[in-house]
């Protein structure tokens, strides 16, 4: 007795429309990306992205995903640490808090920053006599991918760690361990798979990001644009190759992020199923 009661009909069926869908979804805008990159040749892809302008766009997008990948990293160990580990006032508001990016619009999100840090915004005036920009800067960047992104690691780690428990920490403590030697001796190699997954998919998320950053950042040419944002003026000039050049990179990125996606959860599966853990 098995729990599939459809016919080899059926099952053909569903896995044809299954492989169609992602054929049609998937495959295919991929494959147009790289046809419409490579359209007039090599020299041409290089040019796109070897142009002053994108490779500005490429290190700010890089520079933006190095300072808010560790910041989310330590807020997402820290708030999965305190809502597993502990029971506090306020425990459910934190882990409500946690979800408010998933469901806010990244464009909203980014309007918050403009109220609150533009020239005519709650704090913008106190800026502007300080010389501080932050709207239309790469700090306003920095901080509307962070708001993005933040839920990643901490919502990969709070399933797992309540899952473990305080058992191993509570032996720890017991044997005269101190928190930090806790920490990193028995809670950071029970959580590591986890965590690495966390930063992958918060990672592509800050490369990616576009509705918030596209709202903070003023579109400034070789200044405060990133890749995705990079990728629509060159469409929208008509440049059509090298925004697809860049595009191209985005996409790689994002295959090399499924990769190593898929590398982690075959890993994590065997140490979860391998150690008990």
């Not at 901490?154 to 399933?159: D, G, K, N, S, V």
């Amino acid at each position: 007795m098995t729990a599939n009661t459809e016919s080899p009909r059926a099952r053909r069926l569903l896995i044809g429309i299954g492989l169609a869908f992602l054929g049609i979804f998937l495959l295919l805008p991929l494959v147009s990306v790289f046809a419409e990159a490579l359209e007039k040749g090599f020299a041409a892809y290089f040019d796109g992205i070897a142009e002053p302008d994108a490779i500005a766009a490429i290190r700010l997008t890089l520079l933006v995903a190095a300072i808010s990948v560790p910041v989310n990293i330590v807020f997402g160990v820290a708030a999965a640490w305190a809502i597993t580990k502990f029971d506090f006032p306020g425990k459910s508001l934190l882990i409500t808090l946690i979800d408010l990016p998933f469901s806010v619009s990244p464009v909203v999100s980014g309007l918050i920053f403009v109220l609150l840090f533009g020239a005519h915004g709650w704090i913008g005036p106190w800026l502007q006599e300080h010389d501080i920009q932050i709207v239309f800067a790469v700090p306003g960047i920095v901080l509307a991918t962070i708001f993005v992104t933040f839920p990643f690691v901490a919502r990969e780690l709070i399933p797992l760690m309540t899952e473990q428990g305080r058992d191993d920490e509570e032996a720890a403590l017991s044997l005269g361990a101190s928190g930090w030697q806790t920490f990193w001796h028995v809670t950071l190699p029970n959580i590591r798979w986890g965590l690495l997954y966390g930063v992958l998919l918060c990672n592509a998320r800050a490369m990616g990001e576009f509705g918030a950053v596209s709202v903070v950042s003023g579109h400034i040419r070789g200044l405060t644009n990133t890749m995705p944002l990079h990728v629509e003026i060159l469409y929208n000039e008509y440049n059509f190759v090298a925004a697809f050049a860049v595009a191209s990179l985005l996409a790689l990125l994002a295959l090399a992020t499924l990769v190593l996606k898929s590398l982690l959860e075959w890993r994590f599966n065997y140490h979860h199923g391998g150690t008990g853990h």
